[in-house]
């Protein structure tokens, strides 16, 4: 697997791009692995920021029902 941010040359992360960054979270709204994500370390950490910002400022859900 490739990283995905890599493979589309993808620089930034943003954290209001709510769509992007619901393709890493499960569905019971927990940040996948980088194994399931297949993202490097580098947009891992970045993409686990974003998720937990975006979450900070009630865009992503901590959990779901």
């Not at 619901?22 to 940040?31: P, T, V, Y």
């Amino acid at each position: 697997m490739f990283c995905y941010f890599c493979k589309n040359n993808i620089n930034e992360i943003d954290f209001k791009d709510t769509e992007l960054l619901k393709r890493f979270l499960s569905k019971s709204a927990k940040i996948k692995s980088r194994k399931k994500t297949g993202l490097c370390a580098k947009h891992q950490r970045a993409v686990s920021r974003a998720i937990k910002k975006a979450r900070v400022l009630g865009l992503l859900p901590y959990t779901t029902k």
